[in-house]
């Protein structure tokens, strides 16, 4: 184990040469001794000190500026002052300046050794502190991207779960196959548009891709059919909502997520299905998706009737807004409707935008 290296500065050769052989014969220390302190701070930018034994009356830098320019340097090194009188202003601003001890002159060499021990002992602890602080820091930071690659690798796992889920409930229904995709997209991209955060953009896409989930528990006669539904068969579509719902529930999906699936076709004005609440009990999620979903719906082709162009889509729910639709929503989809269907349009950039990391 390599002995501390101690550094000491005194302009009187003869109290120099007095500490640096007191210290020498303790076999303790390696000692390099000078009498200017610019000496000593070339040194010290170039090698280790354990402690710095110093002067305070010296030409060219005092003791007080050389322990300034110390404790900004590394402030683990602790300095000892030696000084020959008893200026108690001398003494305050050493101290403020952080000096770890004073030796009145004249002192004795045992005072001396016991202090320079002392000394070195607070700045091994210092030492070893800020090691383990490090090693801590790098452990934690260490085990941090392990923790996000091991929560990217479950969040991958869940959304294609999720696809999967999807692609199951669309196989049975050849009219509305990609819609949740489409959905998902016009979705985002309002939500964007409405400046949602990060968190409310992955949830509000997770809902969307979800909101028809529950359509796998429609028979599946009633999905293919190729007419308009009877009352009968549609008050069993309008359960799909609830099926969806109740599906995710064991997942431990975010509330709003099972909100959207819940209430997507709920009415702004109460007028919807399942429940018939209206916009203040509606999660704006779910309003998002709402609109997204009946724009895809009535732009997408249907047996029974005709598919509405993209600027009619949007026109449609501009009129129904205060009635099916919420107004702030109808007004930001006929605000970015170019931008909308420009991404529609292009099966590339919907992709894209599908496969973000909105996280």
């Given at each position: 184990?390599?002995?501390p290296?101690?550094?000491?500065?005194?302009?009187?050769?003869?109290?120099?040469?007095?500490?640096?052989m007191?210290?020498?014969?303790?076999?303790?220390?390696?000692?390099?001794?000078?009498?200017?302190?610019?000496?000593?701070?070339?040194?010290?930018?170039?090698?280790?000190?354990?402690?710095?034994?110093?002067?305070?009356?010296?030409?060219?830098?005092n003791?007080?500026?050389?322990?300034k320019?110390?404790?900004?340097?590394?402030?683990?090194?602790?300095?000892?002052?030696?000084?020959?009188?008893?200026?108690?202003?001398?003494?305050?601003?050493?101290?403020?300046?952080?000096?770890?001890?004073?030796?009145?002159?004249?002192?004795?060499?045992?005072?001396?050794?016991?202090?320079?021990?002392?000394?070195?002992?607070?700045?091994?602890?210092?030492v070893?502190?800020?090691?383990?602080?490090?090693?801590?820091?790098?452990?934690?930071e260490q085990?941090?991207?392990?923790?996000?690659?091991?929560?990217?690798?479950?969040?991958?796992?869940?959304?294609?779960?999720?696809?999967?889920?999807?692609?199951?409930?669309?196989?049975?229904?050849?009219?509305?196959?990609?819609?949740?995709?489409?959905?998902?997209?016009?979705?985002?991209?309002?939500?964007?548009?409405?400046?949602?955060?990060?968190?409310?953009?992955?949830?509000?896409?997770?809902?969307?891709?979800?909101?028809?989930?529950?359509?796998?528990?429609?028979?599946?006669?009633?999905?293919?059919?190729?007419?308009?539904?009877?009352?009968?068969?549609?008050?069993?579509?309008?359960?799909?909502?609830?099926?969806?719902?109740?599906?995710?529930?064991?997942?431990?999906?975010?509330?709003?997520?099972?909100?959207?699936?819940?209430?997507?076709?709920?009415?702004?004005?109460?007028?919807?299905?399942?429940?018939?609440?209206?916009?203040?009990?509606?999660?704006?999620?779910?309003?998002?998706?709402?609109?997204?979903?009946?724009?895809?719906?009535?732009?997408?082709?249907?047996?029974?009737?005709?598919?509405?162009?993209?600027?009619?889509?949007?026109?449609?729910?501009?009129?129904?807004?205060?009635?099916?639709?919420?107004?702030?929503?109808?007004?930001?989809?006929?605000?970015?409707?170019?931008?909308?269907?420009?991404?529609?349009?292009?099966?590339?950039?919907?992709?894209?935008?599908?496969?973000?990391?909105?996280?």
């Amino acid at each position: 184990m390599e002995m501390p290296d101690i550094l000491v500065i005194d302009d009187d050769p003869a109290m120099l040469d007095c500490i640096r052989m007191s210290l020498i014969t303790m076999d303790t220390y390696q000692v390099r001794a000078c009498s200017d302190a610019f000496q000593a701070l070339e040194w010290l930018k170039t090698e280790s000190f354990s402690a710095v034994i110093s002067d305070v009356i010296m030409p060219r830098m005092n003791g007080l500026e050389l322990l300034k320019w110390v404790g900004e340097f590394d402030s683990k090194i602790p300095v000892i002052l030696i000084t020959g009188n008893d200026d108690s202003e001398i003494m305050l601003q050493a101290i403020h300046l952080g000096a770890y001890e004073f030796l009145k002159k004249p002192f004795l060499m045992s005072d001396l050794h016991i202090t320079v021990k002392q000394a070195v002992q607070k700045h091994e602890l210092l030492v070893q502190n800020d090691i383990y602080r490090n090693h801590l820091e790098n452990l934690v930071e260490q085990r941090t991207k392990e923790l996000n690659d091991a929560r990217s690798m479950l969040e991958k796992s869940y959304l294609n779960t999720i696809r999967a889920m999807v692609n199951a409930m669309e196989v049975n229904d050849i009219y509305t196959r990609g819609h949740s995709d489409r959905v998902t997209a016009i979705s985002v991209m309002l939500g964007q548009a409405l400046e949602l955060g990060s968190e409310d953009l992955q949830n509000l896409r997770i809902g969307a891709l979800l909101h028809d989930l529950g359509k796998i528990g429609i028979m599946s006669n009633v999905l293919k059919k190729e007419q308009r539904l009877t009352d009968t068969e549609y008050d069993s579509m309008k359960q799909h909502p609830i099926i969806g719902a109740k599906i995710i529930d064991p997942i431990g999906l975010p509330d709003c997520v099972r909100e959207i699936i819940l209430q997507h076709h709920e009415w702004y004005d109460g007028n919807g299905y399942p429940y018939g609440i209206d916009h203040h009990q509606i999660n704006p999620l779910a309003s998002i998706v709402s609109v997204a979903d009946s724009v895809d719906a009535m732009t997408s082709q249907r047996p029974y009737r005709d598919n509405l162009d993209f600027p009619s889509a949007v026109k449609e729910v501009w009129l129904n807004q205060g009635k099916q639709f919420d107004p702030k929503i109808a007004k930001t989809l006929s605000q970015c409707q170019l931008q909308i269907n420009l991404v529609m349009s292009n099966s590339n950039k919907m992709k894209e935008l599908l496969i973000q990391d909105l996280r």
